[in-house]
């Protein structure tokens, strides 16, 4: 009888997986989107913000700045967007719990809102001031959702899609990078005219996202294990599963929230709640997955892929690429990440996230050697396209995968602090190389990469050797492997974690609403209803 209603009940998740790609869409198109949309944005109208620094210091005080002096100025508003970006990595975890991570989303919305305020009237002010403070707030909007983005749809995905869904994030990124660049370009709004509007364009995928993401449900897990609501995790589910909640997804978490209360108990003698980075620091049982963590956020950003975005210009010119093709040709790096992402995304749940982060850093290290020689042998078209390959290798893993590792590798309490220690070294490391790698060019000279090339080395054998595959694992699995893989033996009494529950979440089984008047200390019912006829 099962046999031949199989079929049926694998045609049903398609209403699910339509409402799951739409809330992924909407989460996305105002978190990681941003991100890559300011951080190229910032290129185009370089030498107009440098004219209008001068030109307002020039009215106010009668003298004109020397080229330094603009230099540092401009390198403040640059710098401004990563310091923002630390506080929002700050703010992420204590907004995900306080307000949930949807509504943590559209309150970030209104740190881009005030921004292209201020953007728009630092004209009619004539305040350079007002830009820097502009960028700083919308660092801060992407400081939130690279944290938050990713923990949503880690924790809204079923298990067999888990990376595929959080590796859009890194989609994102990648077509935000790319619209940034065309829009940027001097036929549209890279003019002198209009670049505070190219500035500002950032509150319209904001908006969007404002009228669209709050048709869609929280994170299930949010709602079960941070807000103790079983009648709402149930129903949230079942909207991004297809009209039931999977018994067997609904059982883990059940499993999880019980592990944490008891945890908690034993710890402290309280109810469980989120924990805060210091006690992640402090937890022995935590510090591999700490300690991998914050090794592949740091690299994410110190191997030197941003770099290109912020100093393209200068990248290609030294490559001897003729000024005036410079911007359509910065077009092709956006685009490269982009086809790069997507291709990672399609095969994240096939190859596993181990090997995409460490091939990808391993390909970058082989591109920067080919590099630096094509630098000194003044080989202009080659550097370019070992740029485009740089740029192809992170997208294919370490873009992705590593927003995906803090979701996958800690329970509910630990994620938001997680997610802040992260994006904290993340954030961290895009400000310091944003600082130095200009002084990296004038010391260093053909060979400026080294260091990324040291980075990247360094990165793709510390994670080699620490990483275990997480692809279609249970936490419990993936904490197994970690106390494994770093010869832990660890002794948990009173929190044995139970048998990994099934390969994959089969969506037709329903969780039945009968369930929700159970005792929730109680052990998951093997017996709880399927239904499979519907």
Same mark, same amino acid.
């Given at each position: 009888?099962?046999s031949t209603?199989e ?12 409402? +799951?790609?739409l809330?992924?869409c909407s989460a ?5 989107f941003?991100y890559? /949309? ?8 370089? $030498?107009y ?7 307002t ?17 401009w390198t403040?508003i640059?710098?401004a967007f990563s ?5 929002g990595?700050l ?7 306080r !307000?949930?991570? &949807?509504?943590?989303? +559209? ?5 881009? !809102?005030?921004g292209?305020?201020l953007v ?6 004539k ?14 909007n992407?400081?939130?959702s690279m944290?938050v983005?990713?923990?949503y ?8 899609l888990?990376g ?8 994102f990124?990648?077509?935000?990078i790319?619209l940034? #660049?065309i829009?940027g370009?001097t036929?549209?709004?890279g003019t002198?005219?209009l ?9 319209l995928?904001g908006?969007?996202?404002l ?8 994170s299930?897990r949010y @709602? ?5 609501d079983?009648?709402a995790?149930?129903?949230?589910l ?5 009209g039931e909640a ?6 883990e978490?059940?499993q999880?929230?019980?592990?944490q #209360?008891?945890s ?10 989120? &924990?805060t980075p210091?006690t992640?620091?402090k ?10 963590v914050?090794a592949a ?10 770099s290109? /975005?912020?100093?393209?210009?200068y990248?290609?010119l ?5 000024p005036?093709?410079?911007? /359509?040709i910065t ?8 086809t790069?992402s997507?291709l990672?995304n399609l ?12 091939g990808?850093y391993?390909l970058m ?5 080919v !590099? ?5 042998? #003044?080989?202009? /078209?080659?550097s370019?396209a070992c740029v !485009?390959a740089y740029?192809l290798?992170?997208?294919?893993g ?5 927003g995906?590792?803090?979701?996958e590798?800690?329970d509910q309490?630990?994620?938001?602090a997680a997610?802040?220690?992260a994006g904290?070294?993340m954030?961290?490391s @895009?400000f310091?190389?944003?600082?130095l ?6 010391s260093l000279g053909?060979?400026c ?13 510390f994670l080699?050797?620490?990483l275990?595959e ?8 993936i904490t197994a492997?970690?106390d494994?893989?770093n010869?832990v ?9 139970e ?8 969506l037709?089984?329903?969780? $039945?609403?009968t369930?929700?008047t159970?005792d929730p200390d109680?052990?998951?019912d093997?017996? +709880?209803?399927i239904e499979t006829?519907?």
């Open positions: 009888m099962n209603e079929p049926e009940e694998t045609s049903k998740p398609s209403g699910g997986d339509r409402t +799951l790609v809330a992924v996305a198109i105002g978190g990681t941003q890559g /949309y300011n951080i190229s944005i910032i290129n185009a109208p370089t $030498s913000i440098q004219s209008f620094i001068n030109d210091y020039m009215e106010r005080w009668g003298i004109s700045l020397e080229a330094p002096q603009v230099t540092l100025m403040l640059v710098s310091l923002g970006g630390l506080l990595a703010l992420a975890g204590p907004l995900a719990v !307000f949930g991570r &949807k509504n943590s989303l +559209l309150l970030n919305n209104s740190f881009l !809102f005030v292209a305020v728009l009237a630092c004209r009619v002010a305040s350079f001031e007002m830009i820097i403070f502009a960028r700083f707030l919308v660092g801060i992407s400081g939130v944290n983005q990713p923990m749809f880690g924790e809204s995905a079923p298990k067999h888990r595929a869904v959080a590796f859009s994030s890194a989609v990124t990648a077509f935000g790319f940034g #660049q829009v370009l036929e549209l709004l002198e005219p670049w505070p509007y190219l500035l500002a364009g950032n509150a995928p908006l969007i996202q009228l669209t993401l709050p048709w869609f449900p929280e299930p @709602l079960l294990i941070d807000r103790g079983r009648e995790c149930v129903r949230a079942g909207r991004l599963r297809g999977p018994v067997l997804e609904m059982e978490m059940l999880e929230q019980q592990q #209360q008891k908690a108990a034993l710890d402290s003698g309280n109810a469980a709640s989120a &924990k210091w992640l620091f937890d022995p049982d935590l510090r591999c997955q700490l300690r991998t914050m956020s740091s690299a994410m950003m110190l191997c030197g892929n941003d290109i /975005y912020f100093y393209a210009y990248i290609f030294a490559a001897g690429i003729p005036e093709k410079i911007q /359509y077009i092709g790096t956006g685009a490269s990440e982009l790069a997507i990672s095969l994240i749940e096939r190859v596993g996230r181990r090997q995409l982060l460490v990808g391993s290290c082989f591109w920067t050697v !590099f630096t020689v094509a630098l000194n042998l #003044q080989m202009a /078209y080659l370019m !485009f740029i290798s992170f997208g294919l370490p873009a992705g995968v590593t995906i590792l803090p979701a590798i800690f309490a630990a994620r938001p997610y802040m220690v904290s070294c954030w961290i @895009l310091l190389v944003g600082m790698f200009p002084f990296f060019v004038t053909d060979f990469f080294l260091p990324f090339l040291a980075v990247c080395l360094v990165s793709a054998l080699g050797l620490t275990p997480t692809k279609g694992k249970t936490l419990a699995e492997e970690f494994s893989k010869g033996k660890k002794e948990r009494s009173g929190t044995q974690v048998e990994p529950i099934g390969e994959d979440y089969q037709g089984n329903a969780y $039945s609403f369930s929700l159970q109680a052990k998951p093997p017996g +709880l209803r006829d519907i």
